[in-house]
């Protein structure tokens, strides 16, 4: 997911799809710790897209003060 297309959701969306990344990243360390992981870059991609979100809506709500 690129910055881009972060910066075009609303903040509702956004923080419905921040709840999925952070089952999804649960999901993939519990494959993980049991050696059932299949993609293991999908780790660092899961965690990167939960920092841009995270990001953005700081950002956003920085501007509202």
């Known amino acids: 997911m690129k ?7 609303t903040t509702l969306e956004l923080d419905n799809k ?7 990243l649960f999901a993939l360390r519990f494959q993980h ?3 059932q992981l299949d993609n ?6 899961v965690k990167k897209d939960i920092a841009r979100i995270k990001t953005i809506l700081r950002e956003r709500s920085g501007s509202e003060q």
Not at 18 to 24: G, P, T, V
Not at 40 to 45: F, G, I, Q, V, Y
């Open 3 to 9: 910055a881009a297309e972060v910066r075009d959701m």
């Open 40 to 45: 293991p870059t999908r780790l660092k991609a």
């Open 18 to 24: 921040l709840a999925d990344l952070k089952k999804e």
């Open 33 to 35: 710790a049991v050696n």
